[in-house]
């Protein structure tokens, strides 16, 4: 009868510690999107060429990272298979979406370089603005694959129904 209570004991403490943390991976993801799309914004009348980029995809995983977040905060949040695919589409396109501007920023031409410059001498750290979008991008990306891995591991403890 005394390891019956363990393990129940055991069983409520798994419970209470695992939603809480993946609350705070899905809060941590938002705030790096919000970071991201808050540089995005800062930066778009530099770079005309990464609003086709970056814009669409920034906005719609803000809002997405946010219906995931107040999803790990309700008890009966349904719908696994939708927050796979969140998680899944969110991490493939940040991570397109890092691989696109660093690109597009290796292979940019020497006109832009050179502007590049004089917006660092006159007090805009342009290359620097470009690096913290990357990996901003490359780190949500990674938030979201942390998130698919850890979902049903997470769901698989705390039992039917719940995540």
């Known amino acids: 009868m005394r390891n019956a209570n363990f393990v129940e004991l055991y069983h409520y403490d798994l419970e209470s510690m695992e939603r809480p943390l993946l ?68 991490a493939a396109l940040l991570s397109v979406n890092a691989a696109a501007i660093w690109n597009r920023w290796r292979h940019s031409g020497e006109l832009t370089h050179v502007v590049a410059e004089l917006l660092v001498a006159l007090g805009v750290p342009l290359k620097r603005h470009v690096i913290v979008k990357v990996t901003l991008s490359a780190a949500a990306a990674v938030a979201f694959l942390i998130d698919l891995a850890l979902a049903p591991i997470l769901s698989h403890h705390i039992g039917q129904g719940k995540l």
């Open 23 to 90: 609350l705070a991976l899905r809060l941590g993801t938002l705030v790096m999107l919000v970071s991201l799309l808050t540089m995005h914004i800062r930066s778009l009348r530099v770079f005309r060429w990464e609003q086709s980029v970056s814009g669409g995809v920034l906005v719609t995983f803000c809002l997405a990272s946010l219906g995931l977040a107040l999803c790990a905060g309700n008890e009966n949040c349904g719908g696994r298979a939708l927050q796979a695919y969140l998680c899944g589409a969110g």
